[in-house]
């Protein structure tokens, strides 16, 4: 499980660079930078989230595959 998190921090991370690579050209009030600025909100979720059950070492599906 750890590969699949790694995975989801990894590509968010990614995601997150191209994202704030591309914000100086975005005009504010635009729905450009709504969705860009939802796509950071969720973005910034996911890698949080995976980063805070790395860090924890926690496995969602041991007790169901044992």
Do not use: Q
């Not at 450009?32 to 969720?42: E, K, P, Q, R, W």
């Amino acid at each position: 499980m750890t590969i699949v998190l790694r995975g989801f921090f990894v590509s968010s991370a990614v995601l997150l660079a191209l994202l704030g690579l591309a914000t100086p050209t975005i005009e504010p009030g635009t729905g450009t930078f709504v969705i860009s600025v939802l796509s950071g909100a969720m973005l910034g979720a996911v890698f949080l989230g995976s980063a805070a059950c790395i860090y924890a070492d926690w496995d969602p599906f041991e007790e169901l595959l044992g």
